[in-house]
């Protein structure tokens, strides 16, 4: 069987985008799940955080599903749904669009660029609950913000959101970023354990000063990634909760891919955030799948050029990470 793919990435978050518009391909689930685990492999030629997969809608412009490297589903990807957005802007040129996620029909639009010349759109993330069954996350209240979960931690403050991605999120230091006790939280929250039965995103937010937050997220079914787009949108939430940023004002945020731009919107109770950010094109490329779907081989290869461009971005991050956290 022979695919076409799109690399791309959004804040150095990578994935393989499939046309299913364009191109007459029919995938089970099981299809969905091995092409994930194959093709997503580091290992290989291609290699990725994830498959964006972009369908036909009957309620939006596009659909979208995402399966992480390791086959599971994603119910949303705000890194992703910046590259599908901008995908079917230009398929159907259309400068604003509506995307059917798994939970939600979320707007995207294309946007004034955030560092240069990049690319850059606009994607609204929601819906936003606090709901602890809605991560689901077992303990016995009903919201988390800013409490100690002593399972994990004596010291540390966590806030808990789905949006509509499972998000456990906590302000540190410093001195706390630079330790291994990230990576032993998330591990455990994502193995077995009483309190996440389905696992959850784990971010570590340092508040720079106002208007900018550093996230580092460990994220379910990948690892620690260079950026998680809904876990940016989550963590400048819970900064503008916790009064560290202001609604409706920009945040700047950065990451280990670079950096994006985050608003957060609030009317009543009810809250959404626009993420807005680069969405990066890096190559076309057509695969050859064998029968069984555990390898294939590249045909063809075409680059583009954008990886530049979004090179002085990464390159002007990790200067400014490295000076306020290093």
Not at 17 to 38: A, G, H, K, V, W
Request: charged share 25%; aromatic share 8%.
């Amino acid at each position: 069987m022979n695919i076409n793919i799109r690399k791309c990435h959004g804040s150095g978050n990578d994935f393989l985008l499939i046309d299913e518009i364009s191109m007459p391909y029919t995938f089970s689930e099981e299809d969905r799940q091995n092409l994930s685990i194959t093709l997503c492999d580091r290992n290989t030629e291609l290699g990725a955080d994830g498959i964006l997969f972009v369908m036909k809608s009957d309620k939006a412009d596009a659909k979208m599903r995402v399966f992480n490297a390791d086959g599971s589903e994603a119910s949303m990807c705000g890194n992703g749904l910046r590259c599908v957005g901008r995908y079917v802007c230009e398929l159907l040129q259309k400068d604003e669009i509506r995307v059917e996620t798994m939970k939600a029909i979320l707007k995207v639009n294309k946007s004034d660029s955030i560092f240069n010349e990049l690319p850059t759109y606009c994607v609204e993330i929601s819906p936003v609950l606090f709901s602890l069954d809605a991560l689901p996350m077992n303990l016995n209240q009903e919201q988390l913000v800013n409490k100690k979960i002593h399972e994990l931690s004596d010291q540390l403050l966590f806030s808990a959101v789905a949006v509509p991605n499972p998000h456990l999120i906590t302000f540190v230091d410093k001195e706390m970023m630079r330790t291994n006790t990230q990576r032993m939280i998330s591990e455990y929250v994502n193995g077995p354990n009483q309190l996440f039965p389905d696992g959850v995103n784990v971010s570590f937010v340092h508040s720079v000063e106002k208007g900018v937050i550093y996230v580092r997220t460990f994220e379910r079914g990948v690892g620690f990634t260079n950026a998680c787009g809904t876990a940016m949108s989550a963590s400048s939430l819970i900064s503008c909760i916790l009064s560290l940023n202001n609604y409706e004002e920009e945040i700047d945020v950065y990451n280990n891919g670079g950096k994006v731009r985050c608003v957060v919107h609030k009317s009543d109770q009810t809250y959404w955030i626009e993420l807005i950010g680069n969405a990066t094109y890096l190559y076309d490329a057509e695969i050859i799948l064998n029968n069984n779907q555990s390898s294939f081989e590249v045909s063809s290869k075409t680059h583009y050029k954008e990886q530049i461009q979004y090179e002085q971005l990464e390159r002007h991050a990790k200067e400014y990470v490295e000076k306020i956290l290093f």
